[in-house]
């Protein structure tokens, strides 16, 4: 009985992971697409579209590549060697790291365009793409620089568990490292999150005191209570402000499950719960960005009801 109730909870949260990489892959796939037709219609990006769109590639990537350990595990179940094991961590570390500095830069290049002319702000306004492609690649080595340890102590593994309920990564674990290694790289990692995550709440706080001003400034000429009609550039922040706070959220239960990882036990639905939780960002984001964009909503309304009837 409760061998049955083991698969069948096993069963529940990896359906729920599938479903997760399955709305994860579509819903990135349609905002990739949008900015991609908005390049090639109007020949250029916004800065902060330009960053949308390259989060959209990455979180789709990364979504893929999780759909290949699936597609392995439970298809081909080939035996992986230790450079097929590094390629794959590395490679799935690499979009992850990416994915927060460009949370990161999307935060702050939001910031310098809520900001007023008179703020010391106000002169990054009018970066290039080039400009801000190569302070993403800053952010990214240094995350990067912290997150080598990941690839080499990985290793892959030929044993196979009897009652089939492994986790999906399996083929690959991470070999445990000394203690003053494991410290020595948790420190260094806690002091790259605490940067990343530091740099976008200040940029957060900035936007919500801009916004704020605005409201009681607007109250104040109107002499009335009655909020003002929010601009276009007001309702992105308030996007991206909600985009940070989830995915704040997101990283704290991640932190939480991950610092909890020895009382698993190797509990395979714990680390498909894990899973769910560690990928939630990279699929609820585009959602969140597909249902408040109204160009978006518009442009696949006009391609997918208007065309079909010409």
Request: hydrophobic share 45%; aromatic share 14%; glycine share 2%.
């Amino acid at each position: 009985m409760k061998k049955n109730n083991q698969l069948y909870d096993y069963s529940s949260v990896r359906n729920a992971f599938f479903s997760e990489v399955g709305i994860g892959i579509s819903a990135n796939t349609i905002l990739l697409l949008f900015h991609i037709f908005t390049f090639l219609l109007q020949h250029r990006l916004k800065p902060i579209d330009l960053i949308i769109g390259l989060l959209s590639l990455i979180h789709l990537g990364m979504m893929i590549i999780l759909l290949y350990i699936v597609t392995n595990k439970f298809l081909s179940q080939d035996f992986w060697d230790d450079i097929k094991c590094k390629s794959i961590i590395y490679l799935y570390r690499f979009l992850r790291g990416f994915s927060i500095c460009a949370t990161c830069m999307m935060s702050v290049l939001q910031a310098i365009t809520l900001s007023p002319r008179s703020s010391c702000l106000a002169k990054f306004k009018h970066k290039s793409p080039t400009q801000i492609l190569c302070s993403l690649a800053f952010l990214w080595v240094f995350y990067v620089s912290f997150s080598t340890h990941y690839s080499f102590s990985a290793t892959a593994i030929s044993n196979v568990t009897s009652d089939g309920i492994a986790p999906i990564t399996e083929p690959c674990k991470i070999v445990q490292m000394s203690y003053f290694l494991r410290h020595l790289f948790s420190v260094l990692g806690a002091f790259r999150d605490v940067f990343l995550i530091g740099l976008m709440a200040l940029s957060s706080a900035y936007m919500v005191a801009l916004l704020c001003r605005h409201k009681r400034h607007f109250q104040h000429l109107h002499s009335t209570n009655l909020s003002p009609k929010a601009s276009p550039v007001q309702r992105a922040t308030s996007t991206i402000l909600l985009l940070m706070s989830f995915f704040v959220l997101m990283y704290c239960l991640d932190s939480i499950f991950s610092s909890s990882r020895t009382m698993w036990n190797n509990d395979p639905v714990c680390h498909y719960i894990h899973l769910i939780v560690s990928n939630g960002y990279a699929t609820i984001s585009p959602l969140l960005l597909i249902c408040t964009d109204k160009h978006i909503i518009n442009f696949f309304k006009y391609y997918l009801v208007k065309i079909p009837h010409t």
